[in-house]
T-cell receptor, first 111, second 115 residues
Framework: RKEVEQDPGPFNVPEGATVAFNCTYS??????FFWYRQDCRKEPKLLMS???SGNEDGRFTAQLNRASQYISLLIRDSKLSDSATYLC????????????FGTGTLLAVQP | GAGVSQSPRYKVAKRGQDVALRCDPI?????LFWYQQALGQGPEFLTY????????KSGLPSDRFFAERPEGSVSTLKIQRTQQEDSAVYLC?????????????FGNGTRLTVT
């Protein structure tokens, strides 16, 4: 079982739609949580951190449920420019500082 | 430059050749990571440096893979006797501090193709 699991998609949605991505992680020692965005043939870029209280950045809302080891990302009013792969990421605590990436969920926003 | 710089951008190697991939992190960044990304997959952790110390190399897939950061800045990932399964994009990332919320900045990767 992978440490971070995501539905690979693709999610094909029309412009203006609301879309939600889910992610689960297996290591209860995970300390920090993020969503990264990766465009085709480009490097991953930080989209937003995820906090237990939930956090919002414009059209994007992230939620974390530590008890269920579950992370979500909601995108409202989708734009064509949102088309990308969205990577769920956890950072382990302790001596290691590594980030563990999920496989990514591909989003295609259609005109 | 302002970002993480990796070279070469593309590398084609014949099976059995050795390759060396270079990463120039953002100046002053303490932490440096190497990841391997196969087509259609998320980045897989290879190794982590804090300054010149290699604190975690648990992700290196075999003893053919070796990484160093001798002066705590530039890092090199070396792959000996390359195999076809080594074909992937190798991503380097750096962060300013060791803190759990210090964001990672990725370079644009080296795409390695082993023929």
């Amino acid at each position: 079982r992978k440490e971070v699991e995501q539905d690979p998609g693709p999610f094909n949605v029309p412009e203006g739609a609301t879309v939600a991505f889910n992610c689960t992680y297996s290591n209860s020692a995970s300390q920090s949580f993020f969503w990264y965005r990766q465009d085709c043939r480009k490097e991953p870029k930080l989209l937003m951190s995820v906090y237990s209280s939930g956090n919002e950045d414009g059209r994007f809302t992230a939620q974390l449920n530590r008890a269920s080891q579950y992370i979500s990302l909601l995108i409202r009013d989708s734009k064509l420019s949102d088309s990308a792969t969205y990577l769920c990421v956890v950072r382990l605590g302790g001596a290691t500082n590594k980030l563990i990436f999920g496989t990514g969920t591909l989003l295609a926003v259609q005109p | 430059g302002a970002g993480v710089s990796q070279s070469p951008r593309y590398k084609v190697a014949k099976r059995g050749q050795d390759v060396a991939l270079r990463c120039d992190p953002i100046s002053g960044h303490v932490s440096l990571f190497w990841y391997q990304q196969a087509l259609g997959q998320g980045p897989e952790f290879l190794t982590y440096f804090q300054n010149e110390a290699q604190l975690d190399k648990s992700g290196l897939p075999s003893d053919r893979f070796f990484a160093e950061r001798p002066e705590g800045s530039v890092s090199t990932l070396k792959i000996q006797r390359t195999q076809q399964e080594d074909s992937a994009v190798y991503l380097c990332a750096s962060s300013l501090a060791r803190g759990h919320n210090s964001p990672l900045h990725f370079g644009n990767g080296t795409r390695l193709t082993v023929t």
